[in-house]
T-cell receptor, first 115, second 113 residues
Framework: EADIYQTPRYLVIGTGKKITLECSQTMGHDKMYWYQQDPGMELHLIHYSYGVNSTEKGDLSSESTVSRIRTEHFPLTLESARPSHTSQYLC??????????????FGPGTRLTVL | GEDVEQSLFLSVREGDSSVINCTYTDSSSTYLYWYKQEPGAGLQLLTYIFSNMDMKQDQRLTVLLNKKDKHLSLRIADTQTGDSAIYFCAENSNSNSGYALNFGKGTSLLVTP
């Protein structure tokens, strides 16, 4: 069982609110990722981090921001939530340096609904 | 980015075999993966195969890889109702952002009694 946690699991919030989705892993992994999963099930990479103080934007443009102050913690923040942000957000982590066996461990996800 | 394609739906009867197919375009992919997602949950790694292998068997799961055609399949023997889930094919390569996995859109498997 993967030791990667996300809170909250479900969040319903009004437009304009600031929210932070939490992600923590206890495996000491250096790389962490945020994916957005749309209703059609497809996963889109929105942010990733190679390690502490490293954050990069992913393939899908997102209005969210991330930070990586500690190895185990990779929170995602939306400054002003909108209905278009309604989605499932999945956090993942892995511990590899280059291309090799690269199992990504996933958290259970946060299902966000913005009214 | 490179594409990973899967059929979207598959329905089988309990006890039959299921075969989920996937094609990918990145010839530099070194590992290919199958993940399973149950309702309301994250993704769980089922199995993986290194690109220089053509088959891998793990209990009820058989992965076949045709590297020439860039075709990957997952066969589930004696499919059970608990196997109903979404199955994602994924690949990794140096061209992926942050060495992230590149996922297909997922195949929704429905197992009927």
């Amino acid at each position: 069982e993967a030791d990667i946690y996300q809170t909250p699991r479900y969040l319903v919030i009004g437009t304009g609110k600031k929210i932070t989705l939490e992600c923590s892993q206890t495996m000491g992994h250096d790389k962490m990722y945020w994916y957005q999963q749309d209703p059609g099930m497809e996963l889109h990479l929105i942010h990733y981090s190679y390690g502490v103080n490293s954050t990069e934007k992913g393939d899908l443009s997102s209005e969210s921001t991330v930070s990586r102050i500690r190895t185990e913690h990779f929170p995602l923040t939306l400054e002003s939530a909108r209905p278009s942000h309604t989605s499932q957000y999945l956090c993942a982590s892995t511990r590899t340096g280059t291309v090799s066996y690269n199992e990504q461990f996933f958290g259970p996800g946060t299902r966000l609904t913005v009214l | 980015g490179e594409d990973v394609e899967q059929s979207l739906f598959l329905s089988v009867r309990e006890g039959d075999s299921s075969v989920i197919n996937c094609t990918y375009t990145d010839s530099s992919s070194t590992y290919l993966y199958w993940y399973k997602q149950e309702p309301g949950a994250g993704l769980q790694l089922l199995t993986y195969i290194f690109s220089n292998m053509d088959m891998k068997q793990d209990q009820r799961l058989t992965v076949l890889l045709n590297k020439k055609d860039k075709h990957l399949s997952l066969r589930i023997a004696d499919t059970q109702t608990g196997d109903s889930a979404i199955y994602f094919c994924a690949e990794n390569s140096n061209s992926n952002s942050g060495y992230a996995l590149n996922f297909g859109k997922g195949t929704s498997l429905l197992v009927t009694p």
